[in-house]
């Protein structure tokens, strides 16, 4: 149920379901069995993320102290490439990447702990991206990392000519250009 990454504070999720001819049931957070695997909350707000075409790329953003936030991801409806980058300078991983397939279909889940950047592309049409952060959002706080960065070098799914971004994710600085927060 609980799977540590290769950087091991970011935790892929896996909720047990229980299923028949009508479908399945699935708890999808139960707070003390989440903490004693290392998610650790308390969760104050939930937000939820509609990207009608594949090849949305959302990120890689974050939020610097006092509002950081660790973030619990689920794709509820259609299917995600999920990354987080480690970005705290005294870190063994800092500059590393860890990646997972989150969709409708397995259910999983991503826990991407204060100190990380995180980001994903949507892989097919009508995804549905909900997650429970651990401070409110605080605009003056928000930050990102470009998503093409070199140095990181994130292996994002092919098959798509350029990821679709907004306007802000276009221009987020390169790792190398990050003040250090963490």
């Known amino acids: 149920m609980f799977q540590r990454l290769a950087i091991p504070e970011v935790i892929l999720i896996t909720p047990k379901r229980h299923g028949d001819d009508r479908g399945f049931f699935s708890e999808t957070y139960r707070e003390h069995e989440y903490a004693e695997a290392g998610v650790s909350g308390p969760f104050v707000q939930d937000n ?82 909900q997650y429970k952060v651990t401070a409110y959002y605080s605009p003056e706080d928000e930050h990102g990392l470009a998503w093409d960065d070199a140095d990181i070098g994130i292996d994002w799914p092919s098959g798509f000519a350029r990821p679709t971004l907004s306007v802000k994710d276009a221009v987020l600085p390169q790792l190398k250009n990050l003040e250090e927060v963490f």
């Open 48 to 129: 939820q993320a509609y990207s009608k075409q594949a090849g949305v790329l959302r990120g890689l953003h974050f939020q610097v102290p006092p509002t950081a936030q660790g973030k619990l991801i689920n794709c509820t409806q259609g299917k995600i490439f999920d990354v987080a980058v480690d970005i705290r300078r005294s870190s063994p991983t800092f500059g590393r990447y860890v990646s997972a397939e989150l969709s409708s279909a397995n259910g999983a889940q991503l826990f991407v702990p204060a100190g990380f950047a995180h980001g994903y592309m949507t892989l097919v049409e009508n995804c549905l991206v």
